[in-house]
């Protein structure tokens, strides 16, 4: 992996991002309270897209930062925020990273593969266009809890209706026996009553949770998106990465190459979480910090990799604690 063969032990700390729904009001505090200079980041984001980004991620309301369009930026701000806490502060650079769908944006926001005023932009976008895919109650997702990714697939054909085109897949691979399948809402409601069935035999799932999002993201749906989405991320001024970046649709680590085609397919197609986190175990993670609200990933990384540290950053308690770690030497 090129200069990434440092003798340094702290280049076995692979950096990573939450995706949306892992916002709630307040998630700003600790960083604008503990380092006011994280306002200017959150002023240049504001800046960037016109609307008040420090405002929806301290004080809300809730609903507006439900919006994926509001959604989006926000975390991606405060999940970089973060970031540029822990490099100015304990002088971090991390040997990898790695994001959950928007979270790959933040990772390479943090590479230096854009700049954040560009970031932020396209994610706005990427959130309108996102929001507005598929007319309200014809879409949706559902979290297939307990069943394997193979059966998930099986159970996802099964709900499919060929004649009729209306279809479910899978659509993020979180973890092991956690896969969220999405589609048409229909098909979406038969994968359901399939697994709900007690005699479903192998496709008896342990629990089917439907979500609350607006769309069915990273399914065929999504297509339109994606084709419109192409044109905004060709305007990007593409930059050298610092550290390479595993891409949701492969799980492949890239410190070079091109983006457009990855985050243009990364709109519908899954997200192969589970397989990202494999391969940056696989070139040598030994410790993953997450960067944003909540701990989604770090709980979803605990049922991926065994013997590997985890560290969130969400509060000063966190960051205390990475700080330890990194002065102990990766004991």
């Known amino acids: 992996m090129g200069s990434h063969t440092s003798p ?12 949306q729904a892992s916002q709630y009001v307040g998630m700003s505090r600790t960083l604008t309270d503990q380092f ?3 306002v200017q980041i959150y002023e240049e984001a504001s800046d960037a897209i016109k609307e008040n980004v420090l405002k929806l991620c ?3 309301p809730e609903d507006a930062l439900q919006l994926t369009k509001n959604q989006q930026p926000c975390i991606l701000t405060t999940s970089y925020a973060w970031f540029q806490v822990l490099k100015k502060t304990l002088d971090f650079s991390p040997f990898a990273a790695g994001g959950h769908s928007l979270g790959e944006y933040s990772a390479l926001l943090a590479s230096g593969a854009m700049s954040l005023s560009e970031a932020v932009r396209l994610v706005r976008v990427r959130g309108e266009l996102m929001q507005n895919a598929v007319p309200q109650g014809k879409g949706k997702m559902a979290a297939v809890l307990g069943l394997s990714d193979d059966k998930v697939k099986e159970l996802c054909e099964k709900a499919s209706e060929k004649g009729s085109g209306s279809f479910v897949v899978p659509a993020n691979f979180n973890a092991p026996s956690q896969v969220v399948i999405a589609g048409h809402a229909e098909a979406v409601d ?19 949770v439907p979500l609350n999002v607006s769309a069915p993201f990273h399914s065929p749906l999504m297509k339109p998106v994606a084709e419109k989405f192409t044109s905004h991320l060709q305007t990007i001024q593409w930059k050298q990465r610092a550290f390479p970046v595993v891409h949701n649709v492969d799980a492949q680590i890239r410190e070079e ?7 243009t397919q990364q709109l519908d197609h899954p997200v192969l979480w589970t397989s990202c986190v494999s391969s940056l175990v696989g070139h040598g993670t030994t410790a993953f910090v997450e960067m944003g609200p909540n701990k989604v990933l770090t709980g979803l990384i605990k049922r991926i990799a065994d013997n590997v540290k985890l560290f969130s950053m969400d509060s000063i308690d966190d960051l205390k604690k990475f700080e330890t770690y990194l002065k102990e030497g990766q004991s």
């Not at 340094?8 to 995706?19: E, L, Q, R, Y």
């Not at 069935?197 to 192998?202: I, L, R, S, T, V």
């Not at 190459?257 to 985050?263: A, P």
Request: charge should be positive; proline fraction near 7%; aromatic fraction near 4%.
């Open 8 to 19: 340094n032990v702290k280049h076995t700390i692979s950096a990573v991002f939450p995706g």
């Open 36 to 38: 006011p200079w994280t």
């Open 58 to 60: 301290a004080e809300g």
């Open 190 to 208: 038969r994968a359901q009553s399939i697994a709900s069935d007690p005699n479903a035999g192998e496709l008896k799932a342990r629990k089917v």
């Open 257 to 263: 190459g091109d983006l457009v085609g990855l985050l």
